[in-house]
Nanobody, 116 residues
Framework: QVQLVESGGGLVQAGGSLRLSCAASGSMIKLTTMGWYRQAPGKQRELVATSTLSGSTDYSNSVKGRFAISRENAKNTVYLQMNSLEPDDTAVYYC??????????WGQGTQVTVSS
């Protein structure tokens, strides 16, 4: 079983920045894809950014150029640097990791609120 602990959410004004962290622990084999998703009220959960073990990254069009995903494999930790935040970025952000066994795990979510 893998446990994910997220941190870094909060309230910020439009144009501001936040950095989310997600640390994985527990009984696990090598993590392959690590990423972030978000869910706004009344909307479906959507992809924000992912990072593979080979170093490739993928971003939602809505965050390209503003958000940056990074990871520290030795620490099983993934980060999301969010700059130039907009009110539409307001959502609960969830960490997701996938291991070599294709098992997927989710964090509990962290609230990000951007005021206008």
């Amino acid at each position: 079983q893998v446990q994910l602990v997220e941190s870094g959410g909060g309230l910020v004004q439009a144009g501001g920045s936040l950095r989310l962290s997600c640390a994985a622990s527990g009984s696990m084999i090598k993590l392959t894809t690590m990423g972030w998703y978000r869910q706004a009220p009344g909307k479906q959960r959507e992809l924000v950014a992912t990072s593979t073990l080979s170093g490739s990254t993928d971003y939602s069009n809505s965050v390209k150029g503003r958000f940056a995903i990074s990871r520290e494999n030795a620490k099983n930790t993934v980060y999301l640097q969010m700059n130039s935040l907009e009110p539409d970025d307001t959502a609960v952000y969830y960490c997701n990791v996938v291991n070599w066994g294709h098992q997927s795990y989710w964090g509990q979510g962290t609230q990000v609120t951007v005021s206008s």
